[in-house]
């Protein structure tokens, strides 16, 4: 069964620079959500979307931005990177019940 | 203090043993669900318990729910090695224009000794 999907898997970026996350939610979900998990914590919600529209923000810092495209794919959109931005990014999605699909996450490292 | 905190934090047992995870919530509820993460991997869903259920099986799982004290159990029987795992409570208070917001708890990490 197909799973949600992540791009990169890992990535290592310097201060100051950009990061794009990818996200291919599981086909015929509607939901997408973006969690930061740092180390040895729990995930943390930032963002999601209902049917390309957003749905609501959680602790995402205003130099991260997200959007969901007509395909259904997500991109969260990280600029000005700072050291503490150094965490694990899931993805996951949800259809018609309240069981979220998690992808395998994007690890970014800041330097 | 967070939504969905556990305790323990940490828990080490044999294998064969049970081991019994807690959560405790602070906001009303629609349902409280647990997940599983390997170390540096994605979440995996393990059950969903809605709050007017008391309790809920599936296979050696075992979860309850009490909303008059705001607190949930997770219930894990006979371990096995392959259990070794944070496991994470999460809460849904409701839908926010089409999506839950699930608030995940501070997770216990699970270790079973072989």
């Known amino acids: 069964a197909a799973g949600v999907i992540q791009s990169p898997r890992h990535l290592i970026k310097e201060k100051r620079e950009t990061a794009t996350l990818k996200c291919y939610p599981i086909?015929?979900?509607?939901?997408v959500y973006w969690y930061q998990q740092g180390p040895g914590q729990d995930p943390q919600f930032l963002i999601s979307?209902?049917?390309?529209?957003?749905?609501d923000k959680g602790s995402i810092p205003d130099r991260f931005s997200a959007q969901q495209f007509s395909d259904y794919h997500s991109e969260l959109n990280m600029s000005s990177l700072e050291l503490g931005d150094s965490a694990l990014y899931f993805c996951?999605?949800?259809?018609?019940?309240?069981?979220?699909?998690f992808g395998s996450g994007t690890q970014l490292s800041v330097l | 203090s967070q939504q969905g905190e556990e305790d323990p934090q940490a828990l080490s047992i044999q294998e064969g043993e049970n081991a019994t995870m807690n959560c405790s919530y602070k906001?009303?509820?629609?349902?409280l669900q647990w997940y599983r993460q390997n170390s540096g991997r994605g979440l995996v869903h393990l059950i969903l318990?809605?709050?007017?259920?008391r309790e809920k099986h599936s296979g050696r799982l075992r979860v309850t729910l009490d909303t008059s004290k705001k607190s949930s159990s997770l219930l894990i029987t006979a371990s096995r090695a392959a259990d070794t795992a944070s496991y994470f409570c999460?809460?849904?208070?409701?839908?926010?224009?089409?999506?839950?917001?699930?608030?995940f708890g501070q997770g216990t990490r699970l270790t079973i000794n072989p």
């Open positions: 906001t009303s509820i629609n349902n």
């Open positions: 999460a809460t849904d208070a409701g839908r926010i224009q089409g999506a839950q917001k699930l608030v």
């Open positions: 318990i809605r709050s007017n259920e």
């Open positions: 979307f209902y049917e390309k529209m957003q749905s």
């Open positions: 996951a999605s949800s259809g018609n019940n309240e069981k979220l699909f």
């Open positions: 086909p015929r979900h509607d939901t």
